[in-house]
Nanobody, 126 residues
Framework: EVQLQASGGGLVQVGGSLRLSCAAS????????MCWFRQVPGRKREGVSC????????IYADSVKGRFTVSSGNAKNTVFLQMNNLQPEDTAIYYC???????????????????RGKGTLVTVSS
């Protein structure tokens, strides 16, 4: 059974930091590119960051560049999203997704990802 378990969300003050984790199981992690999306209720879901499994390339939405870092680190089958200098507009539900790398491209729509996990809520208070 494929699982993508996101965790690490919570309530943080403006300027604070959070580290999201996404634990993957049920598929060959190294063959999949991993991405984070976020959604504010009532608004369109947006891509936040991706980590390509083929070349380690990372991409970020303009709104989070310089503040967020995606990595897989040394943890097995886990991808992280380090979020620094959080702002109220970062408040959202964050989702972890996975796509077979050969079929992944920048801008792939959320609904087209092979695997999509449940989200974790991030709330930034001012």
């Amino acid at each position: 059974e494929v699982q993508l378990q996101a965790s690490g969300g919570g309530l943080v003050q403006v300027g604070g930091s959070l580290r999201l984790s996404c634990a993957a199981s049920g598929f060959t992690f190294d063959d999949y590119s991993m991405c984070w999306f976020r959604q504010v209720p009532g608004r369109k879901r947006e891509g936040v960051s991706c980590l390509s499994s083929s070349d380690g390339r990372t991409i970020y939405a303009d709104s989070v560049k310089g503040r967020f870092t995606v990595s897989s680190g040394n943890a097995k089958n886990t991808v992280f999203l380090q979020m620094n200098n959080l702002q109220p507009e970062d408040t959202a539900i964050y989702y972890c997704v996975a796509q077979y790398d050969r079929d992944w491209y920048e801008g792939l729509p959320y609904d087209d990802y092979d695997y999509r996990g449940k989200g974790t809520l991030v709330t930034v208070s001012s």
